[in-house]
Nanobody, 121 residues
Framework: QVQLVESGGGLVQPGGSLRLSCAAS????????MGWYRQSPGKQRELVAT???????NYADSVKGRFTISKDSAKNTVDLQINNLNAEDTAVYYC???????????????WGQGTQVTVSS
């Protein structure tokens, strides 16, 4: 069984910073992609940033220049450094990964439980 567990959310003032972390654990064979999505009330879940096993990154236009995704392949973790936060960044942030479980030949999508980020003065 594979699990993703996020940490690092919270309340921050506009212009502030946060660092989100996500750790994948369990019966992991390999990970092809890790990333972050977010969902605000009344909106669909949207991509924030992803990073592949070869460290190719992809960002939503709305976060380019403010968010930085990084990963530690040895620890199966992915971090999201969020700077210059604004009210539009308020959302539940979900960790995402495409993982091939051990003893399987197929990749599947996994999600964390989400961590709340609230930007407010």
């Amino acid at each position: 069984q594979v699990q993703l567990v996020e940490s690092g959310g919270g309340l921050v003032q506009p212009g502030g910073s946060l660092r989100l972390s996500c750790a994948a654990s369990g019966s992991i064979g390999s990970i092809s992609v890790m990333g972050w999505y977010r969902q605000s009330p009344g909106k669909q879940r949207e991509l924030v940033a992803t990073i592949t096993s070869s460290r190719t990154t992809n960002y939503a236009d709305s976060v380019k220049g403010r968010f930085t995704i990084s990963k530690d392949s040895a620890k199966n973790t992915v971090d999201l450094q969020i700077n210059n936060l604004n009210a539009e960044d308020t959302a539940v942030y979900y960790c995402y990964a495409q993982i091939r479980p051990r003893f399987s030949s197929l990749y599947d999508s996994y999600w964390g439980q989400g961590t709340q980020v609230t930007v407010s003065s």
